[in-house]
């Protein structure tokens, strides 16, 4: 560690200490759930943050979500250069990335199906958009999505109650995941990462 994440670990570890004081001195049951939930969501941004706990690249993530998928060369050259755009856009750059692959390569499976929930776990404050010229598949996967996260809680992303459902939801950050149509309502809303996936149909 350096200098200044020794203190902000230090930070962290006397902050979380103070809470749990105030959950051993709270006098009713709905007074300690308020702190409890204050020790999670502190918890859950320092690790996101520092991306404790976390897969390291994007095809690392989609093999501990499905078991069965299967890291391939060409897959695994792609899960690097997006992992690399993601420490740029972590450090302030901006990164454009054009991704051209056959059909059924599994370029999507990784990219728009998995890649929104890897985001979400190391920036639940970022909003996603995936766009298509199939504006129900790319909704398909977003509702996919949500619920891996709802069947998941060890992943740390938490929904916003009251954040939407299907194809568009929040998480209590403020971040979470749109999917439209490539024609579809994109105007006035901003996105920290823009997925477009097959904007043109039947396209090789």
């Known amino acids: 560690m350096t200098s200044g994440q020794t203190a902000e670990h230090e930070d962290f570890v006397e902050l979380l200490n103070q809470l749990r004081a105030m959950v051993a001195r ?14 999670s969501q502190v918890t859950r941004a320092y690790k996101a943050k520092h991306g404790i706990g976390v897969p390291q690249t994007l095809a690392e993530q989609a093999q501990e979500l499905d078991p069965g ?20 856009v972590e450090n302030g750059q901006n990164r454009m990335l054009a991704v ?26 970022w909003s996603i958009v995936t766009a298509s010229h199939d504006g129900g598949l790319v ?3 977003a509702k996919a999505d949500r619920q891996i996260i709802e069947n998941k809680p060890s992943l740390g992303i938490v929904l916003a109650q009251d954040g939407g459902a299907g194809s568009h939801w929040e998480t209590v950050e403020g ?3 749109r999917a439209v149509s490539w024609r ?21």
Do not use: C
């Open 69 to 88: 998928f299967r890291n391939r060369p060409h897959l695994a050259h792609l899960s690097e250069r997006i992992s690399q755009a993601v420490k740029d």
């Open 175 to 177: 971040g979470g995941l």
């Open 100 to 125: 051209s692959m056959p059909p059924r390569h599994g370029k999507s499976t990784l990219i728009s199906k998995y890649g929104p929930v890897w985001l979400l776990r190391k920036h639940p404050e």
């Open 184 to 204: 579809g309502p994109l105007t006035g809303r901003g996105a920290k990462v823009l997925i477009i996936d097959d904007p043109v149909a039947n396209f090789v």
């Open 26 to 39: 709270a006098t009713t049951e709905a007074e300690a759930r308020v702190v409890t939930s204050r020790i």
């Open 139 to 141: 909704g398909e996967w």
